[in-house]
């Protein structure tokens, strides 16, 4: 799974947040309402889009124009992805899961616990 930059991660939140497909000047206004800061160039933007589309993030409606973008799976999936990304190259599993479970909240502890139970019931 790749790793996202800063403007890669900010066009991804925007996109995981919309309800439906954004164009890149909605993304860019997005952008520039979210950080506060000067808008980006629509080609800035436009570049970003096309690397997450190599990266296999978003998805393409090339059927009208302007073309539409839209996150290819879920910020929980990415997430996921990325934990175990991580996990797949340590060599002591137990360790870091160890080290990993000191550091959750209770509430997350006993979310876990749920969804582990969940995960051996079925």
């Given at each position: 799974m790749a790793?996202?930059?800063?403007l890669?991660?900010?066009?991804?939140?925007?996109l995981?947040?919309a309800?439906?497909?954004?164009?890149?000047?909605?993304?860019?206004?997005l952008l520039a309402a979210?950080?506060g800061?000067?808008?980006?160039?629509?080609t800035t933007?436009?570049t970003?889009?096309?690397?997450?589309e190599?990266?296999?993030m978003?998805?393409?409606?090339?059927?009208a124009r302007p073309?539409?973008?839209r996150?290819a799976?879920?910020r929980?999936?990415?997430?996921?992805?990325?934990?175990h990304?991580?996990?797949?190259d340590v060599?002591d599993?137990?360790?870091v899961l160890?080290?990993?479970?000191?550091r959750?909240?209770?509430?997350?502890a006993?979310?876990?616990r749920r969804l582990?139970?969940?995960r051996a019931a079925?």
């Amino acid at each position: 799974m790749a790793t996202l930059g800063q403007l890669e991660r900010s066009v991804m939140d925007a996109l995981w947040d919309a309800p439906g497909t954004l164009e890149a000047n909605e993304l860019r206004d997005l952008l520039a309402a979210a950080d506060g800061q000067r808008e980006l160039a629509v080609t800035t933007v436009l570049t970003v889009l096309g690397r997450l589309e190599k990266k296999g993030m978003i998805s393409r409606d090339r059927s009208a124009r302007p073309h539409r973008w839209r996150a290819a799976g879920s910020r929980a999936e990415h997430v996921a992805e990325l934990m175990h990304d991580a996990l797949g190259d340590v060599g002591d599993r137990e360790a870091v899961l160890a080290r990993f479970i000191g550091r959750v909240t209770p509430e997350d502890a006993a979310a876990l616990r749920r969804l582990l139970g969940e995960r051996a019931a079925s």
